[in-house]
T-cell receptor
Framework: QKEVEQNSGPLSVPEGAIASLNCTYSDRGSQSFFWYRQYSGKSPELIMS????GDKEDGRFTAQLNKASQYVSLLIRDSQPSDSATYLCAVNGGGTYKYIFGTGTRLKVLA | GAVVSQHPSRVICKSGTSVKIECRSLDFQATTMFWYRQFPKQSLMLMAT?????????EQGVEKDKFLINHASLTLSTLTVTSAHPEDSSFYIC???????????????FGPGTRLTVL
């Protein structure tokens, strides 16, 4: 059973701080990794994708991938109250178009 | 960008009726689309993979005769919930798979979702 695990939270951080969200996955053959943001009552929105080991930065977001440790993380710098949402980690194993989603981490940014 | 629309956004129906939900990729072609269901405070549950021009692939436990999927064109997939009952009330979300230079650099983009309430 291929699994993606996330801490459900809530993770509370003060405004302006760095929020660190973590995700582990079980399938060593996984090739593609994604972070989605989902506001309450809305559908998920793709915010980052990463395919190679290391860091990938996009604005205030940095995704980090370590395939040896089967670990992917998302850092949000200068967190804003508008970042308060559930963040879903998704993994694609290759050979299939399906993603395996984690259960999500709820982030609360306190003003 | 990659835009996926879904219609209707909200539907209320009586028990026993059928409801059709449309999912369209507006600015790219999608040979593969996915249908998910999400209950309150729970994660996404993949229901089926919709393939253009062929039969959908359903996940274990999802009744294919109840959730009819048709992917008639490269930009449109439909989900029909047949003989809906109150337990089918949920948030139904589609996604479209955009191919960019071949795997693994392909991405799923979600539609805004359809909230179904069956009375």
């Amino acid at each position: 059973q291929k699994e993606v695990e996330q801490n459900s939270g809530p993770l509370s951080v003060p405004e302006g701080a760095i929020a660190s969200l973590n995700c582990t996955y079980s399938d060593r053959g996984s090739q593609s990794f994604f972070w989605y943001r989902q506001y309450s009552g809305k559908s998920p929105e793709l915010i980052m994708s990463i395919y190679s080991n290391g860091d990938k930065e996009d604005g205030r977001f940095t995704a980090q991938l370590n395939k040896a440790s089967q670990y992917v993380s998302l850092l949000i710098r200068d967190s804003q109250p508008s970042d308060s949402a559930t963040y879903l980690c998704a993994v694609n194993g290759g050979g299939t178009y399906k993603y395996i989603f984690g259960t999500g981490t709820r982030l609360k940014v306190l003003a | 960008g990659a835009v996926v629309s879904q219609h209707p956004s909200r539907v209320i129906c009586k028990s026993g009726t059928s409801v059709k939900i449309e999912c369209r990729s507006l600015d790219f072609q999608a040979t593969t689309m996915f249908w998910y269901r999400q209950f309150p405070k729970q994660s996404l549950m993949l229901m089926a993979t919709s393939n253009e021009g062929s039969k959908a692939t359903y996940e274990q436990g999802v009744e294919k005769d109840k959730f009819l999927i048709n992917h008639a064109s490269l930009t449109l997939s439909t989900l029909t919930v047949t003989s809906a009952h109150p337990e089918d009330s949920s948030f139904y979300i589609c996604s479209a798979y955009r191919i960019s230079g071949g795997q693994p650099r392909n991405e799923q983009f979600f539609g805004p979702g359809t909230r179904l309430t069956v009375l």
